[in-house]
């Protein structure tokens, strides 16, 4: 066997245990009920931002932190503690990726993704109601 | 019907081209296709006229498809749909271009006419590659003219076109039951630019990352070509110049969309492993692997083999990179990927038509490419160049991975799989690693001759270099360090080894031109691309382990730390107007914010930075931009103080004009006189004097102004006290009144009316909403000039291998003959 095909050999089996460990921190995408269950575990939340409970920032107080009511799919709710500025037309949001994991019954978000009802992605949609409206 | 104003022959024209540039390069393909095969030179020679004038009129047709979509946007002709949707009429001239290139049928025209151009330059070169290598680009020529196409065959829609009337992508909706649907207000200007992409990085990154892309297509169809006549080794010498300068300008384009992302997006780097930036860094690197096999084999006969499979899948990852990113796959975890917009199935085909047809005719001929039994010694430089190619190879396999796993698995098994709890970390664990050995490869195979190297020459030569950089590390090492521990003592360890490395790259390939090339610079491209990759990996390690964040919180209510917390909150901070904030190093003022630019949809924060020991103060402007294309709310723009060593980065993270909250607290009347008291929540205030026509250092009334100051001393229960001066004055017959107000209590006077008997009438608001404030944050990016520095070097270098391996190319054809 040529030294080239044993590096080549070695090379694959490290790129292949790489590979694994990588797979091993994959993550989940949640709802509020299977988050529960793993509680501590980092997951990504899907839920949507209760309209009807109010949003605490007080960017004076305190710019890094924000408390809210996200309410799943599935209609169940938990206060998520995100500690970091409020997004801009966060109570526009209409969907929210929540990363982070469950502590004490509370969500602690380390990061927030928004979709908002017109973002960049969708604009052909939006620009289709503009045109309709007026 | 027929519609008013509306005016249908650009688009005509525009379609007409496009199936124009669809029919010629199908022409152009079969053409070359028979050129190639042809047994009789006279047959030959006329397929080849056909060829080239079908390849001609191609060229001539993506251009004018492009000239007549540049017209439709900057007439501002509604009408169009592309021109309605991607641009407004307030837009500079400079970014029209940028409207092209928002859309997908715009970036696959830049795409195609780069193919154009490309083919055109290889037909003026007109050697006996021609037929083969263009009948590739003629038939890419062909897949890309479909997808532009925007024609439907049954139910199956091909491609999307650029000319469609905003009447015909919204046939459905009301307003074009009118006639005279474009006199409509919303008919009269576009949606606009996403504010994000009018940037300056935006007008020239597309262009030359796809010429980037597009120029990958010249090594695959040399070695396609190779492969098919069963020559395959005749064309590595006069590939060599395209695929260097391939690799060169997609290097150029990533790069500058790593800038434009530092300079206008809000993640604080230029780097973030985005699925959209790795899907263009694993073609690059996959090309890099193939030039370095293809020197090889122009060296010393070996890795012809390997030199066939790099160049085709660098092609066909770029292919791969095209379905990622625009057929919607990705959907969340990108932030710049395209939409669905029903085309997945043709940019399936895409990717297949040019895969299973390559690796097939790879298999095929693969016995009969010529490979040399014995092996390489160990210290010739071939095979630790081969090494470092497998590497480069790996590691595009790995990140091509990491980045395709999800969405693909979710998408075909409905999983629920998502990116790791640190997505950046979980990328920069293994190409940490893989930067460390590439560094260490290019400092020392540079100094190992081709078949063989004796170990002491090596040694003595490659001594000077190893202990100059042993020396600043440790040097660097004592006096500034990198300070990324975050991650454990394991991965701090593996940064100051891929400092080591880079270090040595740059020092090994400097001294290499020197020693091993006298200065001779025309002939260092390699080495001098090799100093640049080193530069930039040295940025990138200091820019990146010591980035420092400024704002960190030290105000607030104090909260209970989790160890995640510690990490990545807490890192906006608050000035209120006029306040100094304490900030590291600096004191922090927002001074205002009435600045904006004369479209008046950017406001500009003004924030003072000074010095704690005043020894230095400056001036930002992070700065907001209103959102366009029906989204809601602002972007926010950064802004950098730049010095040669390091750059202030701020963003604003949360200001109250965000919000624009209405203020429900009222005005409250007083009518009092001089020495009265007026109490409010927080204690009271007393009015001390009326002055008339104040002079002092807030008014400047002159002796024949009519005004009136009330001249107001406020108590808050603190037991602290504040001046307030609201003042009343006439102009123009008109009572006017400007208000005063103390932010630190919350209230707004206004001295409104003058009564009877020496008595005024003044106005007292309290509310919670009245200081004004933004939340930044702010970091400081240490020898970030040092990557940019890096990439300009690397740039060069490829381009001075360019002119010399054409140069050297024909000198060897030359002397063949």
């Not at chain 2, 669809?22 to 022409?27: A, C, G, K, M």
């Not at chain 2, 440790?474 to 100051?496: C, R, V």
């Not at chain 2, 107001?712 to 008109?734: C, D, H, L, M, W």
């Amino acid at each position: 066997m040529k030294k080239t095909h044993i590096i080549i050999l070695i090379f694959i089996a490290i790129a292949i245990a790489v590979l694994i460990s990588f797979m091993g921190d994959l993550t989940t995408y949640d709802t509020v009920a299977s988050a529960r269950e793993k509680e501590g575990k980092f997951v990504h939340l899907i839920a949507r931002l209760d309209k009807t409970k109010p949003v605490e920032y007080d960017a004076i107080k305190n710019p890094n932190y924000m408390r809210f009511i996200a309410i799943d799919t599935l209609g169940h709710s938990t206060e998520v503690i995100y500690h970091n500025s409020k997004p801009t037309d966060f109570e526009k949001s209409e969907r929210l990726v929540l990363k982070g994991s469950m502590k004490d019954g509370r969500f602690e978000a380390d990061e927030m993704l928004m979709k908002c009802p017109s973002k960049y992605k969708d604009d052909v949609e939006a620009n289709k109601k503009n045109l309709s409206s007026n | 019907m027929n519609y008013i104003g509306e005016n249908l022959l650009p688009g005509q024209l525009g379609h007409f081209f496009v199936v124009l540039a669809f029919v010629s390069s199908l022409v152009a393909t079969i053409a070359y296709f028979k050129a190639t095969n042809a047994v009789d030179p006279a047959d030959e020679k006329r397929w080849k006229k056909l060829a080239r004038i079908a390849f001609g009129i191609d060229f001539l047709s993506v251009f004018t498809i492009f000239g007549i979509l540049y017209y439709i946007i900057s007439s501002h002709s509604f009408e169009y749909f592309y021109a309605w949707n991607h641009s407004n009429l307030s837009l500079n001239t400079q970014y029209l271009l940028s409207c092209i290139w928002e859309g997908q049928e715009g970036s696959f025209l830049l795409w195609t006419l780069w193919h154009a151009v490309l083919g055109g330059l290889l037909i003026f070169r007109g050697t006996k590659w021609e037929s083969p290598v263009l009948t590739v680009i003629s038939f890419m020529q062909v897949c890309l003219a479909t997808m532009i196409m925007g024609i439907y065959i049954g139910d199956i829609h091909l491609g999307s076109n650029p000319f469609l009337l905003v009447r015909e992508k919204f046939a459905d909706a009301p307003v074009f039951s009118r006639a005279d649907y474009l006199s409509l207000p919303q008919m009269q200007d576009g949606q606009g630019l996403n504010q994000l992409l009018q940037n300056y990085w935006m007008v020239i990154h597309p262009p030359v990352l796809f010429l980037g892309f597009a120029s990958t297509i010249v090594p695959f169809a040399f070695a396609i070509a190779g492969l098919w006549k069963k020559d395959f080794s005749g064309w590595t010498r006069q590939a060599l110049p395209w695929s260097l300068f391939s690799a060169g300008i997609l290097g150029l384009g990533i790069m500058m969309g790593a800038a434009w992302a530092y300079e206008s997006l809000t993640f604080g780097g230029y780097w973030a492993w985005d699925p959209v930036e790795n899907a263009s860094l694993v073609p690059w690197l996959v090309l890099v692997a193939g030039i370095h096999t293809q020197v090889i084999f122009n060296a010393t006969g070996h890795s012809l083999r390997a030199t066939n499979v790099f160049f085709i899948l660098s092609f066909i990852f770029v292919l791969y990179s095209t379905f990622l990113t625009r057929s919607g796959v990705l959907g969340d975890s990108s932030v710049h990927a395209f939409t669905d917009e029903g085309m997945n199935i043709q940019l399936l085909l895409f990717l297949v038509i040019f895969l299973v047809p390559s690796f097939v005719l790879y298999f095929m001929r693969y016995k009969d490419i010529p490979h040399i039994n014995k092996e390489e010694e160990t210290s010739s430089r071939e095979f630790w160049m081969f090494i470092g190619s497998l590497v480069l190879f790996l590691s595009a396999a790995v990140i091509t991975w990491q980045t395709s796993f999800n969405p693909i698995y979710n998408k075909i098994t409905g999983g629920t799989t998502a990116a790791p709890e640190d997505v950046e970390f979980s990328y920069n664990k293994i190409q940490i690693f893989v930067a460390i050995v590439l560094a260490l490869l290019t400092a020392i195979t540079q100094y190992l001759k081709y078949k063989k190297t004796t170990r002491e020459s090596w040694l003595k030569k490659i001594l000077v270099p190893t202990l100059v950089t042993a020396g600043i590390t440790i040097a660097f090492f004592i006096f500034s360090g990198l300070d990324y521990d975050k991650k454990g003592i394991g991965f701090q360890a593996a940064i100051y080894l891929a400092f080591f490395a880079s270090v040595y790259s740059v020092v090994a390939n400097a001294a290499y031109i020197w020693a091993g090339l006298n200065g001779k610079l025309k002939s260092a491209g390699g080495s001098i691309s090799h100093v640049g990759f080193g530069l930039s990996l040295v940025g990138i390690l200091i820019s990146s382990s010591n980035k420092q964040v400024l704002s960190y919180n030290t105000t607030g209510i104090n909260l209970k730390f989790d160890e995640r917390s510690k990490e990545k909150s807490l890192e906006n901070l608050t000035l209120i107007k006029g306040v100094p904030t304490d900030m590291g190093k600096y004191w922090a003022t927002f001074v205002n914010s009435d600045s904006t630019n004369k479209a008046g949809n950017i406001s500009y924060y003004r924030v003072e930075m000074m010095k704690k020991d005043s020894s230095e103060t400056f001036t930002l402007y992070p700065n907001l931009i209103r959102n366009t294309k029906g989204m809601e709310g602002f972007s926010n723009n950064p802004d950098a103080r730049h010095y040669w060593n390091r750059d202030i980065f701020s963003y604003i993270t949360y200001a109250d004009d965000m919000d624009k909250r209405e203020d429900t607290a009222q005005f409250k009347n007083y009518t009092v006189r001089v020495n009265d008291t007026i109490y409010y929540s927080n204690g009271f205030m007393v009015l001390n004097n009326v002055v008339p026509n104040p002079s002092n250092n807030k008014y400047h009334f002159k002796a024949t102004d009519t005004a009136l100051m009330a001249d107001i001393t406020v108590f808050s229960k603190e037991g602290t006290r504040f001046t307030a001066q609201p003042v009343f004055y006439v102009q123009g017959n008109e009572a006017r009144y400007m208000l005063d107000t103390v932010y630190a209590q919350n209230i707004a006077l206004a001295f409104s009316k003058v009564m009877e008997n020496q008595q005024i009438e003044l106005q007292v608001k309290e509310s919670n909403r009245m200081v004004p404030f933004v939340a930044l944050k702010v970091y400081e990016f240490p020898h970030i000039n040092i990557l940019w520095l890096g990439i300009i070097v690397m740039t060069i270098g490829f381009g001075l291998s360019v002119v010399y391996r054409s140069r050297q190319g024909r000198l060897k054809a030359v002397n063949k003959i």
